[in-house]
Each structure stands twice: as structure tokens, then as C-alpha cells.
């Protein structure tokens, strides 16, 4: 069960498409939604307050539409579109399973979703409701990343939780480089000098100046999300001003 001391009271998981589509190259894939809703599940029963933050890749990727020479603010917000329709595939799966969410977009949607307020968001998280946030931050050139770490701001988590494929940072790229080395911790300078490809230098910036630690682990491989914040197991990389000590879930 772990403690109810918990290190990290208020998190922001930022799921990426990628994620989302599984083993598939394309779409949603509903059983790796379903493995990672349970997960969800799990740790908000022990009270952890749980704000998402989705990319939306998997459907639609903004950058990669303008660098064929797509319009990037038209494509940005096909690429907005596209989080929203992960984050309502993630609502209907934790609903489901008995956890209240609530959907909240930074572009006005009314009928399908709330508009990101601040407040709202806030009073849903005291009330043990997950928020999802999509749509980025509802304005072109900014990546899902850098939405992520803005949420976690304004939210004020304890931390952000950059849920990926791979079990965390490396000092060279693993599937090219068999004798690629996982890092246990990294500091915001060091991702951001070594132009680390995790999350944008935007993103960094942001959870620097505002001390948010970032954790970067492995959310398909089962049952790590509960390790990393109910058991306080050190899963993953740490990026943060310094390293810490012991693990990261009980404090």
C-alpha cells in the first residue's frame, strides 16, 4: 500500500500519442488505453491528485504537416484536434472504471468539453476528480510538452511525470547505440545543453524557473506508475536542480 506521506501529492502525467496508439503505428489503441486508465486508477485511490496533459501524434502531427508545407498554425490546430479526441477516449476509459474526470480544452468546445479554467481545474483536483488538459495551450508553435509544463504551473503539481515508451533519458539515443547508458539524474541545464530530445527546451525552461521536477519513465511497462508514486521507487530519470535522495514516492 505504501505510506500516505506521499512525495508527490499533485502530478501532471503527460501522456504522448505515441503512447496512446500502443504497438500500432496509427490511431488509438484501445488496450494500451485500458492498461494505462487502470494505472491511473490505481494511484488516484490513494489520494494522489492527477492532472493529463495528451499529444495527439498518434492522429496528427502539426509539425510534421508544415514541414511538407502545410500552413504550421493550420496544421497546429489539426494537431490540437487531435489531443482532444485522445483525451476523450482516456475520459471514457477511466469513467468506466468508476474514476470522475473532467475534460477541459484550450480552445473553446463547449458541447464536448470544458474551457481551461484555472479555478475550475483547480476545485476539480481537491475534489478528486482527474483533469485532462488538451488542445496544448490553444496557441500555434507550442508543443504538447511545453503545454505540460505550463499546466503543471498553473496547477501548481509537484511534479511532472513525462510518461514515454522508453524507461528514461540516455546519454546517447538507444536504439541506435547498443552501449547507450540510462541516466538515473539530470539537471534543467544539463537537458537543456546537452539538447536532450525528451521535451523542448521551452518545456525545460518552464519547469525550471518554476522547480518543477520532471521524472521521464516507462508507463507501458505494467504496474510502474504505482511504483514510481505509492512504493517511492527511483523508476526513470529525475531531471531537476539537484538530485535527490531515496525514491520518489513517500517523502
Known amino acids: 500500500m505504501g505510506c500516505d506521506n506521499f512525495r508527490y501529492k499533485r502530478i501532471l502525467l503527460k501522456l504522448s500519442g505515441e503512447v496512446l496508439a500502443g504497438d500500432k503505428s496509427f490511431g488509438i489503441d484501445f488496450d494500451a488505453v485500458a492498461k494505462i486508465s487502470k494505472e491511473i486508477v490505481e494511484v488516484a485511490q490513494h489520494g494522489i491528485q492527477i492532472a493529463m496533459v495528451v ?7 502539426g509539425s510534421q504537416a508544415a514541414a511538407v508545407g502545410m500552413d504550421r498554425p493550420q496544421a497546429d490546430y489539426m494537431g490540437m484536434l487531435a489531443t482532444v479526441i485522445n ?9 468506466r472504471l468508476g474514476l470522475p474526470t473532467r475534460v477541459q480544452t484550450a480552445v473553446n468546445m463547449q458541447e464536448i468539453a470544458e ?4 479555478r475550475r481545474a483547480l476545485r476539480h483536483l481537491e475534489k478528486g476528480r482527474v483533469v485532462i ?10 508543443s504538447t510538452d511545453t503545454a505540460a509544463s505550463l499546466r503543471a504551473a498553473e496547477v501548481g503539481a509537484d511534479c511532472l511525470l513525462k510518461a514515454t515508451k522508453v524507461e528514461g533519458i540516455y ?12 541516466l538515473s539524474f539530470v539537471t534543467y ?3 537543456l545543453s546537452k539538447q536532450l530530445k525528451i521535451m523542448d527546451a521551452t518545456a525545460f525552461s518552464l519547469c525550471m524557473e518554476n522547480s518543477i521536477p520532471i521524472i521521464v519513465f516507462d508507463i507501458l511497462q505494467e504496474g510502474n506508475l504505482k511504483r514510481l508514486l505509492i512504493d ?11 538530485g535527490g535522495s531515496g525514491g520518489y514516492g513517500c517523502g
Request: no cysteine; proline share 7%.
Open 171 to 182: 546519454d546517447k539515443d538507444p536504439m541506435k547505440y547498443e552501449d547507450a547508458k540510462k
Open 55 to 61: 499529444g495527439g501524434g498518434n492522429i496528427f502531427r
Open 232 to 242: 517511492g521507487e527511483p523508476i526513470g530519470t529525475l531531471v531537476s536542480a539537484r
Open 189 to 191: 541545464l544539463e537537458a
Open 87 to 95: 483525451a476523450l477516449a482516456l475520459q471514457d476509459n477511466l469513467e
Open 133 to 142: 488538459f488538451a488542445a496544448g495551450t490553444g496557441s500555434p508553435y507550442f
Open 115 to 118: 474551457p481551461f479554467i484555472r
